[in-house]
């Protein structure tokens, strides 16, 4: 199950948590950690439908690494109300060297889990994934 690269498992409950957000919209975003003594992604914050962008935001780390999925909701220019997911690979300049490195290595293997992402995003400042860039994105 662990990834060669990274060595890397990914805990169930990531699964099934982003399967209830896209299936059911049970959640407005997740965030996900890794968590190096277990050698595992777990789920550390599950954002309520009714939290806004800035809940959102607030929930990661100024210094830390974290990935997150984030159901976007928009309007296209045919007036058309749609939601996309995001995922986000959150890696601030602030955070270790070793962290940056472990989180990118285990990236597209975690990624992969999650059978539906539409955008993704790489983001080390909240300036790279504020609301303009993701509706440009989601166009």
Not at 19 to 39: M, N, P, S
């Amino acid at each position: 199950m662990a990834n060669a690269a990274s060595g890397m498992a990914v805990d169930d409950d990531c699964k099934l948590k982003f399967l209830e957000l896209k299936a059911k919209r049970t959640y407005r975003f997740i965030v996900f950690k890794i968590e190096e003594k277990q050698k595992q992604v777990v789920v550390e914050k599950l954002g309520e439908p009714s939290d806004s962008y800035e809940n959102f935001t607030a929930s990661l780390p100024a210094d830390e690494c974290r990935y997150a999925v984030y159901d976007f909701d928009f309007v296209t220019d045919e007036n058309c109300q749609k939601s996309k997911i995001i995922f986000i690979a959150w890696s601030p300049d602030t955070s270790k060297v070793r962290s940056k490195m472990i989180y990118a290595s285990s990236k597209d293997r975690f990624k992969r889990e999650l059978d539906g992402i539409q955008v993704e995003l790489q983001a080390t400042d909240p300036t790279e994934m504020g609301l303009d860039v993701m509706r440009s994105r989601t166009n």
